[in-house]
């Protein structure tokens, strides 16, 4: 069975800003994106590469499809895969609240 490899790339202008999309192509410093729901595989939207934050990741579907696309992309748009990808600390935020509290009685005790 063929699948399909694609890198991934978070929009970094414009009113889809902080989108996930996958690069169909690129050439000449314009990359074709699509989502899978606002921007379909048939017509992908042609971006300028300035305005994408390209990323080592990269998503794989079976199926050249919208469908497997929206599902391959759903933890990075809507699932919190962001915070993974940036680099931002693992620690939640009620782990940070439970080290000050505790630093706190620490301190007055």
Same mark, same amino acid.
């Given at each position: 069975?063929?699948?399909?490899?694609? %890198?991934?790339? %978070?929009?970094?202008?414009?009113?889809?800003?902080?989108?996930?999309?996958?690069? +169909? =192509?690129?050439?000449?410093?314009?990359?074709? +994106?699509?989502?899978?729901?606002?921007?379909?595989?048939?017509?992908?939207?042609?971006?300028?590469?300035?305005? /994408?934050?390209?990323?080592?990741?990269?998503?794989? +579907?079976?199926?050249?499809?919208? =469908?497997? /696309?929206?599902?391959? /992309?759903?933890?990075?748009?809507?699932?919190?895969?962001?915070?993974?990808?940036?680099?931002?600390?693992?620690?939640?935020?009620?782990?940070?609240?439970?080290?000050?509290?505790?630093? =706190?009685?620490?301190?007055?005790?």
């Amino acid at each position: 069975m063929n699948e399909f490899v694609y %890198k991934l790339a %978070k929009s970094r202008a414009g009113h889809d800003k902080g989108s996930w999309y996958a690069v +169909i =192509k690129s050439e000449g410093g314009f990359a074709w +994106i699509a989502d899978g729901r606002r921007r379909k595989i048939d017509c992908p939207k042609k971006k300028n590469i300035k305005h /994408l934050e390209m990323t080592r990741k990269s998503v794989k +579907i079976e199926h050249f499809t919208d =469908k497997s /696309l929206r599902k391959a /992309l759903w933890d990075y748009n809507f699932g919190g895969a962001e915070s993974a990808v940036s680099g931002e600390s693992g620690e939640s935020p009620n782990e940070s609240a439970e080290t000050s509290s505790s630093e =706190k009685s620490e301190k007055e005790g």
